[in-house]
């Protein structure tokens, strides 16, 4: 009986999650300027809007460098961040954790004006920069949770037999700690270039219209028109998260076959 409720759970929220997508993203090979049913025909001609007409490869491009850069820093951050805490006390990691991860539970409109309206006093409103950092603001809790958790999977025998040996603190993270958490490191890595390219709403506020990123694109055509280049960008975006969770996949089980 237990066996038959799990899999009826499972298939229904299978169904749940996935069954709009199979309804919708068909349509991006259907030959109508329309999004509707049934299919007046196939054709492949929306890809060639995407690929070759504004604003989606400009878009697509501003999405990749804005990412790409906030995945760096919020590697940099979360992860150093992740390691620092680690040497504290209990305590000191429960305010410490606490504080970090502070990005995830305040709303994201509220986060949007508060850097809105920080970068305009610092006169460095608009373009890439400021997407940049507030998208590693919101990406480096993820990457401070994913290091976290794979460094408190370490033996710390190993760094202290590294230390006896008169190893330095920075000699015994790069040949000992790195090595091991690389898993964390890089699985946050990714949340935080996911992150980054798929949030909207800070980077309304943000965003010039030279630096205007894909999610706003996207949000501008589905309150313009709809037309089915929307849909393509949802099918190549669907396809991206797939290989994305496949290769989160992949890191989950490299890190578990270290411990």
Request: hydrophobic share 55%; net charge positive; charged share 10%.
């Amino acid at each position: 009986m237990s066996r038959a409720i799990y899999w009826i759970s499972l298939s229904a929220g299978f169904l749940f999650l996935v069954l709009p997508l199979l309804v919708v993203l068909p349509l991006a090979f259907n030959d109508s300027s329309f999004l509707n049913y049934p299919m007046e025909g196939f054709t492949w001609r929306w890809f060639g809007v995407v690929f070759h007409q504004p604003p989606w490869m400009a878009a697509l491009m501003n999405s990749l460098k804005v990412a790409s850069g906030a995945m760096v820093a919020g590697v940099l951050i979360g992860g150093l961040a992740a390691v620092g805490t680690m040497l504290a006390g209990r305590w000191g990691r429960l305010v410490l954790s606490a504080l970090f991860i502070s990005p995830i539970v305040i709303p994201s409109v509220v986060l949007g004006v508060a850097m809105a309206y920080a970068f305009g006093r610092m006169g460095v409103s608009g373009g890439y920069l400021p997407l940049v950092l507030a998208h590693a603001i919101l990406g480096a809790p993820l990457v401070f949770l994913s290091v976290m958790t794979s460094l408190r999977g370490l033996d710390p025998e190993l760094e202290r037999a590294a230390a006896s040996m008169g190893a330095s603190r920075w000699h015994r993270f790069r040949t000992v700690t790195l090595p091991l958490a690389a898993p964390g490191f890089l699985t946050g890595a990714l949340f935080a270039f996911i992150t980054s390219f798929d949030e909207v709403v800070v980077a309304l506020f943000l965003a010039s219209p030279q630096s205007q990123t894909l999610p706003i694109a996207l949000f501008s055509s589905l309150r313009d028109r709809l037309e089915p280049p929307i849909v393509v960008v949802a099918l190549l975006l669907s396809l991206v998260s797939c290989l994305f969770i496949v290769v989160l996949n992949r890191l989950q089980k490299r890190s578990n076959g270290r411990r």
